[in-house]
């Protein structure tokens, strides 16, 4: 090589280097987040935190949980805020159970409303941590195994009925929060009407965890309370029902293209 085209080899490789390190930050700042967020979970397991996640738990602590809030009027509902937050977007499964609390705590209204907030702003995070670390490699993989062109409907359906499409899967009980949080990311769904559909429609289920909870006075009271209790049967076919009447406007427009 002359020595006149060694300053511009000796560029390139540096600028190819720059880029290598670019991507590589890139890709570490993508899947910081989702790290962090498998870090702390790992830590609420082993730091034995989960011995807390039972109603036997709220029991022997009950005394002690009712000072607090009648003594912080305000920082007991941001406290309670800021769990719902952290176990939601740590996808924990004791949502129900923190529900319940909340409905023992401050009531059925006041329950519901925190709930609805925290578990709203929970679910936007982990829209947004999974929707920028697994989405785009999950999105390949499935355009891959599914037969061609079937994703992009599925992606279209989404987009042009986005909130109809949340309502349904945040009202039927047989699709778990997390699951459909994941779901929403994969496929891109748009942030306002993941927000809306999921504050929307949680209230229901909500409403009912903190119904349950506000009742639990008298049975939390004695050592010998059953706390064994379980949501009827027609509690269930009426979720299903309204989920049902979510679709239908989907249906009906799709029914009038043709």
């Not at 009027?73 to 499964?93: C, E, G, N």
């Not at 769904?189 to 809306?196: E, H, K, N, Q, S």
Request: aromatic content about 8%.
């Amino acid at each position: 090589m002359s020595l006149e085209h060694e300053p511009t080899a000796l560029a390139m490789a540096a600028s190819d280097v720059r880029l290598g390190v670019g991507r590589r930050r890139t890709r570490l700042g993508r899947y910081a987040p989702l790290l962090v967020l498998i870090a702390l979970i790992g830590a609420v397991f082993v730091l034995g935190l989960d011995r807390y996640a039972t109603l036997d738990a709220l029991r022997a602590h009950r005394e002690a949980l009712i000072g607090f809030v009648e003594n912080s009027v305000v920082l007991a509902p941001l406290a309670f805020v800021a769990l719902y937050i952290a176990m939601t977007s740590l996808s924990l499964p004791w949502a129900s159970l923190l529900t319940i609390a909340g409905g023992f705590l401050f009531g059925t209204a006041l329950a519901t409303g925190l709930t609805v907030i925290g578990a709203t702003i929970g679910a936007v995070i982990i829209y947004w941590v999974a929707g920028s670390a697994l989405g785009g490699p999950l999105h390949e993989r499935a355009r891959r195994l599914l037969p061609p062109g079937r994703l992009e409907r599925i992606e279209a359906g989404f987009r042009d009925n986005a909130l109809a499409y949340m309502l349904a899967l945040r009202l039927a009980p047989i699709f778990p929060f997390v699951a459909v949080n994941l779901v929403a990311a994969f496929l891109s769904v748009p942030l306002r009407p993941y927000v809306v559909g999921t504050a929307l429609g949680i209230v229901p289920g909500t409403l009912v965890y903190a119904l349950f909870g506000a009742g639990l006075g008298d049975v939390l009271a004695r050592p010998d309370g059953d706390l064994s209790a379980a949501l009827p049967p027609s509690l269930i076919a009426a979720f299903f029902g309204m989920a049902l009447l979510a679709i239908i406007p989907v249906a009906l427009r799709r029914f009038q293209r043709r």
